[in-house]
Nanobody, 115 residues
């Protein structure tokens, strides 16, 4: 069974940086397009970035130029480098397959950006 374990969240001031990690176990990570999603209080979960097995990336407009998604296939790990964060980036961040999330969700990692 595939499991997702996200980490790296925390409290950061606006303009600061965080690096999120997601370890994927039990599946064929290297062959799948993977993505980062987030869910803010009272809002639907949304995809913010994805990366193909070959390294092509996609970002939602609100994070373009600030977030960078990457992957280490040898370590079955997905990353999200978050720079110039804004209060509106506050959310629980999750990883999953993308654009369709077909893996059971992990616990996520909380990112809180203070103004």
């Amino acid at each position: 069974q595939v499991q997702l374990v996200e980490s790296g969240g925390g409290l950061v001031q606006a303009g600061g940086s965080l690096r999120l990690s997601c370890v994927v176990s039990g599946g064929i990570f290297s062959f799948n397009t993977m993505g980062w999603y987030r869910q803010a209080p009272g809002k639907e979960r949304e995809e913010v970035a994805r990366i193909t097995s070959g390294g092509s990336t996609y970002y939602v407009d609100s994070v373009k130029g600030r977030f960078t998604i990457s992957r280490d296939n040898a370590k079955n790990t997905l990353f999200l480098q978050m720079n110039s964060v804004k209060p509106e980036d506050t959310a629980v961040y999750y990883c999953n397959s993308a654009p369709r999330a077909f893996i059971n969700w992990g616990q996520g990692t909380q990112v809180t950006v203070s103004s």
